[in-house]
């Protein structure tokens, strides 16, 4: 081929003058750590994602710890995810000195294998971490399904009284890169009894930094009483609140060192005095994160079009590559009847290569300016999981998916030229491998 060589980079962060001017508003408004701008983004992205709370922090990966803090995880417990992941879905069950079980893939699909999901379920079994990869909603109400098996619900020990009232084990869906995505006709943040975003400078709707924790429980809206969280906890008692605000505020405490009265609510004249409640974490957003937010939240619908658009083209670039008959290339489901995902990231197969022929194309996209990754290395083949004790031979699936997978750039960044770009020279690497 004879084109001019371009420079497409793989994720870059969509800024403009409005989160420029945003977040110079918020540094000369006198206030930067968690304010106003954070509780106003908490509030839109809850009627976003229809939960009645949010809470902001300063990562994805904090927002599923602090789920496993909430529902008093820890040693002697188990908590199970996809072997094929990002590491955070797998460190904070480390953190928190609970026992990472990982499940194989399903053949050919990103999502695990339910049934060995049920297999791997005991009676340590507290939390389940489906994770919604490239953007796509995993299938929660499957999880639900397996976890309500009267075999199941025999084996089920809650250790909390969050999870008595739950009354069967939890599912805490990674939804790091399904912000604006839905399945039958509910919102990512919604689906799972409860949700993590990442707002990571690479995700679609960026903070910087930042995620969100959210949770829809069937009794959020019921009154907490006395006895089922008080006796013995240094946490105040307050008369009438529900369980989403008490879940709120031991987040909030969780967030901030254990303290019981934010900087926001110290402001008052003569407001100095607080007390710390436990020897708790830190990991808040600040109003300058938050700031980026709101602006990137007045653009997201048109953002989330463009990636669409631009999925539906690259599908197109496929499709005309596999009917000449030569090497099949397969490529995630973003859209359909019954879901949309948020077209995060556009993974494909080269089917039948191996990962050294996968990673041949990407150095010759790279040769050609086009930046492209791979999502993801199962956590088996990680030095860190390894050590643990895991063993890729156990998750054949897993390696199968990551054998050939390559991600192609999908950034809203990106022009209509720069799709056409690196769909032709994709094809034209591909058809001479």
Known sequence: MNMPLKNVPFSP?????????????????????????????????????????????NSATA?????????????GDEVIMPAYTYTASASVVA?????????DSQKDNVEMDYEKLADAITERTKVIVPVDLAGICADVDKIKEVVSRPEIM?????ANDIQKLMGRIVVSNDCAHSFGASRNGKMAGEIADFSSFSFHAVKNFTTAEGGAMTWNLPFGSEKVERQQVYSGSPIPFIEGETWNEFIYRISQLFSLHGQNKDALAKTKLGAW???????????????????LGLV???????????????????????????????QQVAY???KGDNHCSSHHLYLVRLLGRTREEANKVIEQ?????????????????????????????????????FENVITLPLNTRMSEEDIEYVIENFVDIVKNL
């Open 13 to 57: 962060p969509d800024m403009t003058e409005a989160e420029a001017n945003e977040v110079r508003d918020a540094i000369l408004s006198g206030w930067i750590t968690t304010g106003p701008r954070t509780k106003k983004l908490e509030k839109i992205i809850s009627e976003y994602v229809n939960t009645d709370r949010t809470v902001c922090l």
């Open 63 to 75: 927002a599923m710890e602090m789920v496993l803090h909430v529902l008093g995880v820890g040693p």
């Open 95 to 103: 953190h928190i000195g609970a026992t990472i079980v990982m499940v």
């Open 154 to 158: 025999a084996k089920y020990r809650p």
């Open 273 to 291: 005095e607080y007390d710390v409640i436990g020897p708790w974490y830190k990991c808040n957003m600040t109003d300058i994160m938050a700031a």
């Open 296 to 326: 990137q939240f007045e653009r997201y619908p048109e953002m989330l079009e463009k990636r669409q658009r631009y999925v539906a083209r690259l599908n197109e670039g496929i499709n005309q590559l596999n009917a000449l008959g030569g």
């Open 332 to 334: 995630l489901n973003h």
């Open 365 to 401: 996209m790279a040769e050609r300016g086009i930046a492209t990754n791979v999502h993801y290395k199962p956590l088996p083949m990680m030095t860190a999981y390894k050590a643990l004790g895991f063993d890729i031979a156990n998750f054949p699936n897993a390696y199968h998916l």
